[in-house]
């Protein structure tokens, strides 16, 4: 096969760009190793600027009804409440973080992306090689890829890696990168929706030095991670299913009789290595990284797809610039350099909020539980000081401005 441009991962990052570039009229082809869509995914989460860009890009419509907006956060800390946050006053187009369930984004992408005929989208397609000018030193002239069919050659003037955090092209590639572990790995699991909570806030519950993410699902469920300290995870299972069931209680208590119902084996769970990877350079030449593959970041705040997504409507009118100019290896690279200047700065600060939080949920001890309390009633306490804390996370891309009016998905108890 032959296009201008090869995408390989077809997530969030990958799907997007890819279909940015069909709209114009750039050939492209979509290499993705799972056979289908309908996957179990952590990554649900999407931030009030890509919800923002979703909507600019035609998609909330073809969405409609498969998400549901999230209107406050809430955190609480030794039983009691030292922050709540109201999305709605964030004066910006769209204020509201959303839970959105990627098979349903994901086949709005690729449909959408199908709609012009320049787009290919190959599944159950693994890459295991790169293909070079020159031997292991020259340009990424494509890639190879195992099918059930037997293996596949594409050829492109491009190569986007857009295959996660545990990326295969970044290996590859050579392109040096350091990870980073956190001090901690999350244990994931996914629960009836409890008939006292409403659906529409996120839940974060703390006690000494244990913490979890509760989640409100989409349609009828509430996902749930849970802290261990890094590697702990065999630990934790020497100790019995009971050890799982019990923190649960002590965390969120109104989970207690669905947890016993619904976790029964640890294969109910999954666990989540917790770490971020910083790559000096995002390409080479006939190559560029984008999202995890470029710049892991943790779960914290729900940042992963967020940036995936900028990265994709940033990076795919640079492509299509330096394709309509000639779009030889030099311009591709200049495209690819100038995307990582454009981006680097907004992911370097979502790190470091990142890191920031995980440092105070880190805190344990009766003087360290004391300081994160007082710190986040310090913030709960000024609205100003709340919207400056939170729009670092969330209101990079948007500007303020009228509230775009959506519908609301609610939820409030699971579904009979």
């Known amino acids: 096969m032959t296009a201008q441009v090869c995408v390989v991962g077809g997530g969030p990052a990958g799907l997007t760009l890819a279909m940015e570039l069909a709209k114009r009229s750039v050939s492209v082809v979509v ?5 289908h869509f309908n996957r179990s995914f952590r990554g649900e989460s999407v931030s009030p600027d890509s919800v923002w860009l979703l909507d600019r890009l035609g998609l909330l419509d073809r969405l409609d009804g ?5 209107h406050h956060m809430e955190i609480t800390d030794g039983g009691g409440t030292v922050l709540r946050a109201d999305f709605s006053d964030f004066a910006y187009p769209h204020p509201y973080p959303v839970e959105l369930p990627q098979p349903a ?6 449909e959408a992306a199908g709609e012009h005929p320049g787009f290919t989208l190959r599944q159950s397609a693994t890459a295991v090689g790169l293909l070079r000018e020159d031997g292991d030193s020259g340009p990424v002239t494509g890639v190879r890829a195992r099918t059930p069919e037997g293996e596949i050659t594409v050829r492109a003037r491009l190569t986007v890696a857009a295959d996660g955090r545990f990326s295969k092209i970044r290996e590859m590639s050579g392109l040096p990168y350091e990870k980073l572990p956190l001090d901690r ?3 994931w699991l996914r629960l009836p929706f409890p008939a006292e909570w409403d659906g529409n806030t996120y839940r974060i519950r703390i006690r000494g030095g244990e913490h979890g993410l509760f989640i409100p699902t989409h349609p ?4 749930v991670g849970l802290n261990i300290p890094k590697g702990g995870l ?21 989970l207690s009789g669905a947890v016993r119902e619904t976790v029964t084996s640890w294969s109910d769970t999954s666990m989540l290595d917790i770490f971020t990877t910083v790559v000096p350079d995002w390409s080479m030449p006939g190559l560029v990284l984008i999202g995890d593959a470029a710049h892991t970041l943790t ?5 992963g797809v967020n940036h995936a997504v900028i990265d994709a409507v940033t990076l795919a009118p640079l492509v299509g610039t330096a ?7 030099a311009e591709l690279l200049r495209a690819g350099q100038e995307f990582q200047r454009v981006r680097e700065e907004s992911v370097r600060l979502s790190r470091a909020l990142q890191l920031r939080q995980e440092r105070l949920f880190a805190l344990d001890g009766r003087w360290g539980g004391a300081f994160r309390r007082a710190l986040y009633r310090v913030v709960n306490s000024s609205h100003t000081l709340q919207r400056r804390v939170l729009a670092r996370a969330y209101f990079q891309v948007q500007r303020p401005g009228p509230v775009v009016a959506r519908k609301v998905v609610h939820q409030s108890a699971p579904r009979a």
């Open 323 to 329: 394709l309509s100019g000639g779009g030889d290896t």
């Open 66 to 70: 498969a998400y549901a907006q999230m």
């Open 105 to 110: 984004l994901l086949t709005a992408l690729a």
């Open 220 to 223: 009828d469920s509430v996902r």
């Open 234 to 254: 065999r630990e934790l299972r020497a100790q019995g299913l009971s050890a799982l069931h019990e923190r649960i209680d002590r965390l969120a208590p109104e």
């Open 31 to 35: 290499l993705e190793q799972s056979g």
């Open 185 to 187: 790995d999350v244990i």
């Open 299 to 303: 779960p914290i705040l729900g940042q």
